[in-house]
Structures are given as structure tokens and as C-alpha cells.
Nanobody, 123 residues
Framework: QVQLVESGGGLVQAGGSLRLSCAAS????????MGWFRQAPGKERDFVAR????????NYADSVKGRFTISRDNAKNTVYLQMNALKPEDTAVYYC????????????????WGQGTQVTVSA
């Protein structure tokens, strides 16, 4: 069993930056591929980024490439999402996800979800 708790969301002006954190409880965090998703009001939950268990491989949605960076610290059981050059269209609830299979993260069917953290970008 893995529990995921996101933090770091908030209100920021367009062009600003935020760093989200996702702290995982339970053993074997380093065995899990991790990801970030987001859901804007009235829209489906969308993939943002994922990272392999080792941190060697990362993937991003086209909409965030070059602006967002996913990373992990297995010693701290934490995954991060550094978000730069934020735009109003980045406004959403951001969710952390974990799965033993990186493919399941990419497909949006992870083994575990966090509760989400709100990010609001004002124009």
C-alpha cells in the first residue's frame, strides 16, 4: 500500500513558478514509476509528466515540454514537479500517481493516486 500526499500548489501570476511535491509513504517507493496529472474544471484528467523508478527516464505532455521538470528523490520518498513560465491554461488540480509499471502511469491507470493540489495561474 502506498499513500501519496501532494503539496506546493497555490496562486501565482502568469510567467511565475511553482514546485509541487508528492510525498509517498510505504515501502519500496523506489520501485514505483511516478507521474503527475492535472484536471481543469469541466475537463478530463490529463497526463502531465512521468518518471521511471530510477529517475533516468522522463516523459512530458507536449503542452508542458520545456517549462515543467519532473524529478524524484528516492531517499526522501518524494517526487517533484517544477513548473516554470506558468500560463493561465495550466490552472488545474494536480495529482500525483504511482505504479509499478511506467506504462500504467502513461496510460492514466496507476496503482495509486494522491488527493490533488490546486494550482491557479492568474493572467
Amino acid at each position: 500500500q502506498v499513500q501519496l500526499v501532494e503539496s506546493g500548489g497555490g496562486l501565482v501570476q502568469a510567467g511565475g513558478s511553482l514546485r509541487l511535491s508528492c510525498a509517498a509513504s510505504g515501502r519500496a517507493f523506489s520501485s514505483y514509476a511516478m507521474g503527475w496529472f492535472r484536471q481543469a474544471p469541466g475537463k478530463e484528467r490529463d497526463f502531465v509528466a512521468r518518471i521511471s523508478w530510477s529517475g533516468d527516464t522522463t516523459n512530458y505532455a507536449d503542452s508542458v515540454k520545456g517549462r515543467f521538470t519532473i524529478s524524484r528523490d528516492n531517499a526522501k520518498n518524494t517526487v517533484y514537479l517544477q513548473m516554470n513560465a506558468l500560463k493561465p491554461e495550466d490552472t488545474a488540480v494536480y495529482y500525483c500517481a504511482a505504479a509499478l509499471s511506467g506504462r500504467r502511469v502513461a496510460q492514466g491507470v496507476p496503482d495509486y493516486w494522491g488527493q490533488g493540489t490546486q494550482v491557479t495561474v492568474s493572467a
